[in-house]
């Protein structure tokens, strides 16, 4: 247990549904991170929340929507996805004492999405 | 960014002392060097974090030589638990950090 949770856990869409995803962080942060990690493949870093502004938009299609509404929650809105779009996307957070980038992360377990 | 380069995988037995090495040659001055485990189908876990020298935690120990452009990883007496991919990160105030293929680590019996 992180301090960091997600949900749902599991998630099967069409590619015309829209759906979200939710992370909530315990930890009293003021960063957080949406990260895509395909099968067999490093983690992608999507986007990047510090102070609840967006800091960091890693190129990522208009299809992923972030949203941060307050410093504890984080939510990513989904809509027309592909089928390649399928894979765990995990939610992190961190203080930011030394740069986000130097900051300790911590991960929530992930949400594994399946696009048919 | 401050590029990193670890191995692909590694092997070794239960009760070893398991060393991994990252080299990152192009680290910034205000740079940390920053290890993450992560199991299959679960987050990365922070294992330790260093500066300089030796950090040493309840879980394992951080090499950095004086010139800082590679770290070694230290698991004393590792366990069949232990087998996981190992990421070695460096990263600053500016200098983003990206995770990389990171060193899949099996422990045998």
């Known amino acids: 247990e992180t301090g960091v949770t997600q949900t749902p856990r599991h998630l099967v869409m069409g590619m015309t549904n829209k759906k979200s995803l939710k992370c909530e962080q315990h930890?009293?942060?003021?960063?957080m991170y949406w990260y895509k990690q395909s099968a067999k493949k490093p983690l992608e870093l999507m986007f990047v929340?510090?102070?609840?502004?967006?800091?960091e938009n890693n190129s990522v299609p208009s299809r992923f929507s972030p949203e941060c509404p307050n410093s504890s929650h984080l939510f990513l809105h989904l809509h027309t996805l592909q089928p390649e779009d399928s894979a765990l996307y995990l939610c992190?957070?961190?203080?930011?004492?030394?740069?986000?980038?130097?900051?300790?992360?911590?991960f929530g377990p992930g949400t594994r999405l399946t696009v048919l | 960014l401050a590029k990193t380069t670890q191995p692909i995988s590694m092997d070794s037995y239960e009760g070893q002392e398991v060393n991994i090495t990252c080299s990152h040659n192009?680290?910034?001055?205000?740079?940390?060097i920053t290890w993450y485990q992560q199991f299959p189908s679960q987050g990365p876990r922070f294992i330790i974090q260093?500066?300089?020298t030796k950090v040493t935690n309840e879980v394992a120990s951080l090499f950095i030589p004086a010139d800082r452009k590679s770290s070694t990883l230290s698991l004393p007496r590792v366990s069949l638990s232990d087998t996981a991919v190992y990421y070695c990160?460096?990263?600053?105030?500016?200098?983003?950090?990206?995770f990389g293929k990171g060193t899949r680590l099996h422990i045998l019996p």
């Open positions: 992190a957070s961190s203080q930011d004492r030394a740069g986000i980038w130097a900051d300790t992360q911590y």
């Open positions: 260093g500066y300089k």
């Open positions: 990160l460096v990263g600053g105030r500016d200098d983003k950090i990206i």
């Open positions: 929340y510090s102070l609840e502004e967006r800091v």
């Open positions: 930890l009293g942060h003021n960063a």
């Open positions: 192009n680290i910034a001055t205000n740079d940390y």
